[in-house]
């Protein structure tokens, strides 16, 4: 690995790509030295007598002071000086814990997860998600922003999580605790940009273009330049991987990494980290967020595809939400019908060639061939939420509903992700929030969301707006418990019923009944069928018939707190408003 600082035996090693600058020099305890390059722009020196704990920086051209762009840590900030530090000193406890299974995802934002917003906080709590059945945490971005409050799409030190969370000796002790409980960590990664706020690679280097896109310079992944640009991208991703235990990464908006190489960087970066943790016997897995409509994203490299092991994708997310609020706008034009839901069950994707009234082309490849555990789906997230005008959660868009949803999303053949409060019912927020200590970039942000939301929209640069999002599950009350047990059986019953664990989509029947969907899902051996009701009046319908035996009622909403009045006699069902029933045969 060519980049960042190094501990060896008696010293530290500096690399540092970058051909920018007339005159490169490090500055480090107390010493400025000159550091030597090649033709390339490639720059390394060792100096003896450094250890981890010492601060350091690159000097540009004699005054501009600058942190080194593969930094581990940045206690002060972005704009202050990198800290060594030696990954290998941490004493791991996690060596003899096995990998439990991709199954789902629990994703939650560091900073609004726990009063403390460390991830000392969220450690505190990993006996209650462990206990509701989660097995896998998703960790929104930690990499190093400006200011202490930030989702963490703003990062620009990709190897050195956020001081305000802890810095890197704490993500390690969570990532171990969560290994001691058999859990394991997912971290969302951002590869596709950099943050407004403390980004200096392009003085170090022809980092950037903006040759592919109309908003402005990207990372330049083809271009003359691209090999030392990859190289930091793929460094990054392993460095993380192994360096923090990780057991996977999710890859931010895939979409916007504009590559017309004959291996696109995120089959490259899928197979180098497969490789590595085939190497260390845990594998690595690779989930990406893509709206490129395509399967190609987790199709087998040997067949064209780019080797990912699920993807994101909004269709699911999309239909539900505009079947339940009724929504016609931006993203939800091309949505609103209770068939689409069904429809996408069957078909992983939605949208599968149709022109789309959001994007104004043609939109989405057919997906049914794929196993439902390549799709990543969810009712909620931080992106669906977050990018509403105040950050509202369907428990407060659609009263009564969470139940039902529940359901949906833990009935579906797909891999489910539940974003942090869902499995309660939190009705705290999560709108957008920054605190860049620009403060000409932080009047720009706020006019920004004004201008896209309304005078109305949260101050994203108000401290009280962090404190909007943060979340509050002892105000949930009984209600909450009950909506718990559901998660907690409903996620027990994906583990124990072969029918309902992700599977290939083929073994999914799913069918509209005006506002009701009926999922059927059949093994080898059983079957198991979901109602949910997506709107607030009561429905009648008439059950398909079971292959064996006969449809017998195993989780009815009402009992865990939803709206009562399931009634199940033989194939008839009664169903109130936002009703949800699980039935098993035989």
Same mark, same amino acid.
């Given at each position: 690995?060519?980049?960042?600082?190094?501990?060896?035996?008696?010293?530290?090693?500096?690399?540092?790509?970058?051909?920018?600058?007339?005159? %490169?020099?490090?500055?480090?305890?107390?010493?400025?030295?000159?550091?030597?390059?090649?033709?390339?722009?490639?720059?390394?020196?060792?100096?003896?007598?450094?250890?981890?704990?010492?601060?350091?920086?690159?000097?540009?051209?004699?005054?501009?002071?600058?942190?080194?762009?593969?930094?581990?840590?940045?206690?002060?900030?972005?704009?202050?000086?990198?800290?060594?530090?030696?990954?290998?000193?941490?004493?791991?406890?996690?060596?003899?814990?096995?990998?439990?299974?991709?199954?789902?995802?629990?994703?939650?934002?560091?900073?609004?997860?726990?009063?403390?917003?460390?991830?000392?906080?969220?450690?505190?709590?990993?006996?209650?998600?462990?206990?509701?059945?989660?097995?896998?945490?998703?960790?929104?971005?930690?990499?190093?922003?400006?200011?202490?409050?930030?989702?963490?799409?703003?990062?620009?030190t990709w190897l050195a999580p956020h001081a305000a969370y802890?810095?890197?000796?704490?993500?390690?002790?969570?990532?171990?605790?969560?290994?001691?409980?058999?859990?394991?960590?997912?971290?969302?990664?951002?590869?596709?940009?950099?943050?407004?706020?403390?980004?200096? %690679?392009?003085?170090?280097?022809?980092?950037?273009?903006?040759?592919?896109?109309?908003?402005?310079?990207?990372?330049?992944?083809?271009?003359?330049?691209?090999?030392?640009?990859?190289?930091?991208?793929?460094?990054?991703?392993?460095?993380?991987?192994?360096?923090?235990?990780l057991d996977g990464l999710r890859l931010d908006a895939v979409?916007?990494?504009?590559?017309?190489?004959?291996?696109?960087?995120?089959?490259?970066?899928?197979?180098?980290?497969?490789?590595?943790?085939?190497?260390? =016997?845990?594998?690595?897995?690779?989930?990406?967020?893509?709206?490129?409509?395509?399967?190609?994203?987790?199709?087998?490299?040997?067949?064209?595809?780019?080797?990912?092991?699920?993807?994101?994708?909004?269709?699911?997310?999309?239909?539900?939400?505009?079947?339940?609020?009724?929504?016609?706008?931006?993203?939800?034009?091309?949505?609103?019908?209770?068939?689409?839901?069904?429809?996408?069950?069957?078909?992983?994707?939605?949208?599968?060639?149709?022109?789309?009234?959001?994007?104004? *082309?043609?939109?989405?490849?057919?997906?049914?061939?794929?196993?439902?555990?390549?799709?990543?789906?969810?009712?909620?997230?931080?992106?669906?939420?977050?990018?509403?005008?105040?950050?509202?959660?369907?428990?407060?868009?659609?009263?009564?509903?969470?139940?039902?949803?529940?359901?949906?999303?833990?009935?579906?053949?797909?891999?489910?992700?539940?974003?942090? =409060?869902?499995?309660?019912?939190?009705?705290?927020?999560?709108?957008?929030?920054?605190?860049?200590?620009?403060?000409?970039?932080?009047?720009?942000? *706020?006019?920004?969301?004004?201008?896209?939301?309304?005078?109305?929209?949260?101050?994203?640069?108000?401290?009280?707006?962090?404190?909007?999002?943060?979340?509050?599950?002892?105000?949930?009350?009984?209600?909450?418990?009950?909506?718990?047990?559901?998660?907690?059986?409903?996620? =027990?019953?994906?583990?124990?019923?072969?029918?309902?664990?992700?599977?290939?989509?083929?073994?999914?029947?799913?069918?509209?009944?005006?506002?009701?969907?009926?999922?059927?899902?059949?093994?080898?051996?059983?079957?198991?069928?979901?109602?949910?009701?997506? =709107?607030?009046?009561?429905?009648?319908?008439?059950?398909?018939?079971?292959?064996?035996?006969?449809?017998?009622?195993?989780?009815?909403?009402?009992?865990?707190?939803?709206?009562?009045?399931?009634?199940?006699?033989?194939?008839?069902?009664?169903?109130?408003?936002?009703?949800?029933?699980?039935?098993?045969?035989?």
């Amino acid at each position: 690995m060519r980049f960042g600082a190094d501990v060896i035996e008696g010293g530290t090693r500096f690399r540092v790509w970058a051909p920018r600058p007339r005159q %490169l020099e490090l500055e480090v305890s107390g010493q400025r030295l000159t550091v030597p390059r090649d033709a390339l722009g490639w720059g390394e020196v060792v100096v003896p007598g450094v250890g981890p704990g010492a601060r350091y920086c690159y000097v540009l051209d004699g005054d501009r002071r600058r942190p080194d762009p593969a930094s581990r840590s940045q206690p002060e900030g972005v704009h202050a000086p990198s800290e060594v530090v030696d990954p290998t000193r941490y004493r791991w406890q996690d060596t003899d814990t096995l990998q439990p299974p991709l199954t789902s995802l629990y994703e939650l934002h560091v900073g609004t997860f726990s009063p403390a917003g460390t991830f000392d906080g969220v450690a505190e709590r990993l006996a209650d998600l462990q206990d509701l059945g989660f097995d896998v945490l998703e960790l929104m971005p930690v990499a190093t922003w400006a200011g202490p409050r930030g989702w963490g799409y703003d990062g620009v030190t990709w190897l050195a999580p956020h001081a305000a969370y802890g810095g890197p000796e704490r993500l390690r002790a969570l990532v171990d605790a969560c290994h001691q409980r058999g859990m394991a960590v997912v971290l969302d990664v951002v590869f596709n940009h950099l943050g407004p706020e403390g980004n200096y %690679l392009g003085e170090y280097g022809p980092y950037f273009t903006d040759r592919h896109t109309g908003w402005g310079e990207a990372l330049d992944l083809d271009g003359s330049a691209a090999g030392p640009v990859r190289a930091f991208i793929l460094h990054a991703a392993r460095a993380l991987a192994a360096e923090f235990h990780l057991d996977g990464l999710r890859l931010d908006a895939v979409h916007a990494l504009v590559d017309r190489s004959p291996q696109h960087l995120v089959a490259e970066l899928s197979a180098a980290l497969h490789a590595d943790g085939e190497e260390r =016997g845990r594998p690595v897995w690779v989930i990406a967020e893509s709206d490129l409509g395509t399967p190609r994203v987790v199709e087998p490299a040997e067949e064209g595809g780019w080797g990912c092991d699920a993807l994101w994708h909004d269709d699911f997310h999309d239909a539900l939400q505009a079947a339940l609020t009724g929504e016609q706008t931006r993203r939800y034009a091309d949505f609103g019908r209770v068939s689409q839901v069904a429809r996408t069950l069957e078909r992983g994707f939605c949208q599968t060639g149709r022109r789309s009234i959001y994007r104004g *082309r043609r939109y989405g490849e057919p997906a049914a061939h794929l196993d439902g555990r390549r799709i990543v789906v969810y009712a909620q997230n931080h992106d669906q939420v977050g990018n509403r005008t105040f950050g509202e959660r369907l428990s407060t868009l659609v009263p009564g509903c969470a139940h039902a949803v529940a359901v949906a999303l833990l009935t579906s053949p797909f891999l489910p992700l539940v974003f942090m =409060g869902e499995e309660y019912g939190e009705v705290a927020p999560f709108p957008f929030f920054t605190s860049f200590g620009d403060a000409v970039l932080g009047r720009a942000v *706020r006019a920004a969301r004004r201008r896209e939301y309304g005078a109305g929209a949260p101050d994203p640069q108000d401290p009280a707006t962090l404190e909007m999002a943060r979340l509050r599950p002892a105000n949930a009350g009984a209600r909450g418990e009950g909506l718990r047990r559901l998660y907690r059986t409903l996620l =027990g019953l994906r583990r124990t019923r072969p029918s309902l664990a992700a599977q290939p989509l083929a073994r999914t029947e799913a069918i509209a009944e005006g506002q009701a969907v009926v999922v059927r899902r059949a093994s080898v051996r059983e079957e198991t069928l979901a109602v949910y009701k997506l =709107g607030p009046e009561a429905t009648q319908l008439l059950l398909p018939i079971p292959r064996h035996g006969e449809w017998r009622m195993i989780v009815d909403a009402g009992d865990f707190g939803g709206p009562q009045g399931a009634q199940l006699e033989g194939e008839r069902l009664s169903l109130p408003g936002y009703g949800a029933i699980v039935c098993a045969a035989p």
